[in-house]
């Protein structure tokens, strides 16, 4: 592995359904990020983890949950999907806390039908 | 919260200049960054700023107000590959970005 991964790379998922998005980086950066792209609206910050077994809610958590149990891995959960869901997913990590430039996976496409 | 505003299209000509600007009211600043974001793919980190004043790396360019809560990204000698979206982003006191909704910049031949 070099740098972040992301699977699936794209999913198509029926509402009300459960969904794990997969988050691994080997660059050993302590913070982590989940972001959501919808058109118009540009990046928006649904979970962060500063360091391994610590998280918090950015801008728009809800209908999300996340966990950080080791450096490597951060997966977000949708207990429940619904259509408003459907977005690009981006996953992001950063070194020291996040006062370096975050670096980001390659996206998970997700259709909630 | 972060209120961060773009303009949501430019085009410019292979060789030209282009200039894209961000305008933003914060909660609290910890620095600017742009990261570029090729159709379909990741955003790229391109810039960053946290003192008032230019930065520059090559062909592109970053400047910096705080006082007027103002940046702009500067692309010199354009690329037909510099096509892509550029984003503006703010950092918090908490080291969280909030980003605007992007530029698209179509250059063309």
């Known amino acids: 592995i070099a740098g972040i991964t992301q699977a699936p790379t794209s999913q198509i998922l029926a509402a009300g359904r459960s969904m794990t998005l997969r988050c691994t980086q080997d660059?050993?950066?302590?913070?982590m990020y989940w972001y959501r792209q919808d058109l118009g609206l540009g990046l928006r910050l649904i979970h962060y983890?500063?360091?391994?077994?610590?998280?918090g809610k950015g801008e728009v958590p809800d209908g999300y949950s996340v966990s950080r149990a080791n450096t490597a891995d951060f997966p977000l959960t949708l207990a429940s999907a619904v259509p408003s869901q459907t977005s690009v997913y981006f996953c992001?990590?950063?070194?020291?806390?996040?006062?370096?430039?975050?670096?980001f996976g390659p996206g998970t496409r997700l259709t909630v039908l | 919260g972060q209120n961060i505003d773009q303009p949501t299209e430019m085009t410019a000509t292979e060789g030209a200049i282009v200039q894209i600007n961000c305008t933003y009211q914060?909660?609290?600043?910890?620095?600017l960054f742009w990261y570029q974001q090729h159709a379909g793919e990741a955003p790229t980190f391109l810039s960053y700023n946290v003192l008032d004043g230019l930065e520059e790396k090559g062909r592109f360019s970053s400047f910096l107000s705080r006082s007027k809560g103002y940046s702009y990204l500067l692309l010199k000698e354009l690329q037909m590959k510099d096509s892509a979206s550029y984003l503006c982003a703010v950092r918090d006191g908490d080291y969280k970005l909030s980003f605007g909704a992007g530029t698209t910049v179509t250059v063309r031949a």
């Open positions: 983890s500063n360091t391994a077994g610590t998280t």
């Open positions: 914060t909660s609290g600043f910890n620095g």
């Open positions: 992001a990590s950063s070194d020291s806390g996040g006062a370096y430039e975050q670096f």
């Open positions: 660059m050993r950066h302590n913070a």
